[in-house]
RNA sequence: GGCGGGUUGGCGGAUAGGUUACGCACCGGAUUGCAAAUCCGUGAAGACCGGUUCGAUUCCGGUACCCGCCUCCA
């Protein structure tokens, strides 16, 4: 069997991984909060996860693998848009409106994680469907003495954890210092946080030993994980920015919860996204879906390339020029597997996957196999990492019927080669490369196919 | 202020303590009516200063610059 080595951020090292269980390899991942649309930056760790998931699958076995990723339902700015909702007049009630907004949301992120190749996970727990095994680990950890209920909410005891701020590699007394803290009256110590809140009225809530109200956002992955993947397991990977507070609250609530358990042996980051250089941000204008890229005509497949081209723990910069680049590739590979059948994953690629999830690397190595011309490696290779899939191939197709401008091309050349007058075939030769045609005139014949920045629209100004 | 990460050829972007990354672009050649595509080939790098080493772009330390997090943003 392979080896497969990743970079635990809780070591800072690379190290083998070696599963609990190679019959049931276990990883969650954070998910979404469903609030609105994916922006261009939820959908990296979306796309790293699923090629970590598809490797993992391919070395353990498919039926081998649990792969757990979140939907965050409980959120004030979902909240807020319902509350939005009913001041504009919608009749109906907070819930209905609540649950209109998560549902709407999710069949987004689910378009969206499909158009990009991503495979869905095992399980996608909803926060919501699981207050009851919150509500017991926070009584739990109350018993233990890690937490305390105090005015409607129950806060987590941070001193209570010796190892706290371990994984983001920062002590308490630390943070403290750095004063950036939301202090209250109720709180112990200003870093403790919140595992239950009270609910206003209009705000969603459940009843619990603490009044009506409604789970902290750190407890919802400790209990998720629990109940689904137990409370040892094998990764847990989210974006870098989750990796204070988020994960080092899930860490203290899990292990606390569960004193005997490791909770994640491994943890994994992926680094954020720029935007042409910058931080994507709305102030700077430079702030957008996946969907928007969706719907100006990039790919799904173009954009999980240039994902894929920059390893997961650098931080990767989307620009136009790499979808252009990305788009080139792609057509020239998916002519080249046309009607191949896969054949197995070449060992190169696996390798390189295998080594921290080197999909840059990977990616390299499919241009080997281009170059050698090894199509059923290449068809196979690339299914590793989510690339060359039948199902997502519909975009390189689209309006490739070219065949008259191809005949009519033919023609114009076949008499200027009498005549010697190419002016004709030279202007229709230049109409379809402005039009994103690629041009291919040989003895054999003439062959148009679309190539990067194919424009149909164009094209119709020359029938 | 605290913590973490980065700095590779024109651009993007990997690996490896010593041998060509790779892609795009460029240049030369084959090919072509001219091109395109394809194939072959050339050139081009490792922020700066030290240290370890027979040898470092790769390990260690420092400097500069950049970025992220510390605010329920992946």
């Known amino acids: 069997m392979v080896t497969i080595r990743l970079h635990n951020s809780k070591t800072r090292k690379k190290e083998v991984f070696q599963p609990l269980d190679p019959a049931n390899v276990r990883m969650y991942v954070c998910g979404p909060t469903v609030y609105d649309r994916a922006h261009l930056g939820n959908g990296r760790p979306m796309v790293v996860f699923d090629t970590l998931y598809r490797l993992l699958r391919h070395v353990y076995g498919a039926d081998h693998v649990t792969y757990v990723r979140n939907f965050t339902d409980v959120d004030d700015k979902i909240n807020a848009t319902a509350a939005a909702r009913k001041a504009a007049g919608d009749p109906r009630s907070m819930e209905a409106l609540i649950h209109e907004r998560t549902e709407e949301t999710i069949g987004w992120y689910h378009a969206d994680m499909d158009a990009l190749g991503a495979l869905r996970p095992t399980h996608e727990p909803r926060a919501t469907e699981y207050i009851g095994p919150m509500v017991a680990m926070i009584e739990g950890l109350i018993a233990g003495g890690h937490a305390y209920a105090k005015e409607g909410h129950v806060l987590f005891r941070v001193r209570s954890y010796k190892d706290y701020g371990a994984l983001s590699g920062r002590s308490v007394d630390d943070m403290i210092a750095g004063a950036r803290v939301e202090v209250a009256p109720f709180k112990e110590d200003p870093m403790d946080f919140v595992l239950w809140k009270p609910s206003s009225e209009e705000e969603p809530g459940w009843a619990s030993p603490w009044g009506r109200g409604r789970p902290g956002w750190h407890i919802e992955c400790s209990a998720m994980s629990y109940e689904l993947l137990g409370a040892s397991f094998d990764i847990h990977g989210g974006g870098l920015d989750l990796q204070f507070p988020h994960h080092e609250?899930?860490?203290?609530?899990?292990?606390?919860?569960?004193?005997?358990?490791?909770?994640?042996?491994?943890?994994?980051?992926?680094?954020?996204?720029?935007?042409e250089g910058k931080k994507m941000s709305k102030s700077l204008g430079?702030?957008?879906?996946?969907?928007?890229?969706?719907?100006?005509?990039?790919?799904?497949?173009?954009?999980?390339?240039?994902?894929?081209?920059?390893?997961?723990?650098?931080?990767?910069?989307?620009?136009?020029?790499?979808?252009?680049?990305?788009?080139?590739?792609?057509?020239?590979?998916?002519?080249?597997?046309?009607?191949?059948?896969?054949?197995?994953?070449?060992?190169?690629?696996?390798?390189?996957?295998?080594?921290?999830?080197n999909t840059a690397g990977a990616i390299a190595a499919l241009h080997d196999l281009s170059r050698a011309g090894d199509a059923a490696g290449l068809k196979a290779s690339a299914g590793l990492l989510g690339l060359l899939d039948e199902g997502m191939g519909g975009w390189c197709d689209k309006g490739a019927d070219l065949s008259d401008l191809a005949a009519r091309l033919a023609s114009l050349r076949a008499e200027a080669m009498t005549t010697k007058n190419f002016a004709p075939v030279d202007a229709l030769k230049s109409a379809l490369t402005d039009a994103g045609v690629e041009v291919r005139m040989s003895k054999a014949g003439v062959e148009l196919l679309p190539g990067p920045g194919f424009d149909p629209a164009k094209l119709e100004a020359l029938k």
């Open 286 to 357: 430079n702030f957008f879906t996946v969907r928007d890229l969706l719907d100006q005509g990039v790919p799904g497949e173009v954009i999980r390339f240039v994902y894929l081209s920059t390893h997961y723990r650098k931080p990767m910069d989307w620009t136009a020029e790499k979808a252009r680049e990305a788009e080139g590739t792609l057509r020239k590979w998916r002519a080249m597997v046309s009607g191949v059948d896969a054949g197995a994953p070449v060992a190169s690629v696996i390798e390189a996957l295998c080594d921290d999830l």
């Open 249 to 275: 609250n899930e860490i203290a609530q899990s292990c606390c919860a569960h004193p005997k358990a490791e909770f994640a042996r491994f943890w994994l980051h992926n680094e954020m996204l720029q935007v």
